[in-house]
């Protein structure tokens, strides 16, 4: 019998940032090499807000006091993608206005290679996932925090060697 995973809710567990009084939030960007032509393709999440003007997004979620910025990214990547995978090195922090909350939030974003895709996972039914270029991410996303960590990691990718590429 396979286990089911629920998505974790509440705010009890959530860090906070000393330097805004905001969320800290932690994030990823799922990649892959394209099954086709090999070229680096990344995982995109439907937003919660149904219709064109919710764009794409990437996973991302509070940051809970027990677990790592890793463990938060992995989790995230789990809960709304349906992906498994292994992280790398920070892409950066960003500081950004939170539409719902009178708060500025602090943002981690971290790449993710894919190892796995679930065929069931705990926001499946309120959210889309697509597999697309770097490019096509960045000008699909409506929130330009993630547009710029969507850009440092297509550059990141850009500036590999083609082995490194390739491994990917």
Do not use: N
Request: overall charge negative; proline content about 5%.
């Amino acid at each position: 019998m396979a286990a089911v995973m629920v998505a974790r809710q509440g705010r009890e567990l959530q860090r906070y940032s000393d330097s805004t009084g905001g969320r800290i939030v932690v994030g990823c960007v799922p990649y892959r090499a394209g099954a086709i032509d090999g070229e680096v393709e990344v995982l995109v999440i439907s937003s919660q807000k149904k219709g064109p003007a919710g764009g794409v997004l990437i996973p991302k979620g509070g940051w809970e006091l027990d677990e790592s910025m890793d463990e938060a990214a992995r989790r995230e990547a789990a809960e709304e993608a349906g992906v498994l995978g292994e992280t790398g090195p920070a892409l950066g922090r960003w500081c950004y206005r939170s539409r719902s909350y009178d708060a500025t939030y602090e943002g981690f974003v971290l790449p993710l290679r894919v190892t796995a895709e679930l065929d069931r996972w705990p926001e499946m039914g309120a959210r889309r996932r697509e597999w697309v270029s770097p490019a096509e991410a960045i000008a699909r996303c409506h929130h330009a925090w993630m547009r710029e960590a969507l850009q440092r990691f297509a550059d990141t990718v850009e500036a590999s060697s083609p082995a490194a590429r390739s491994a990917l």
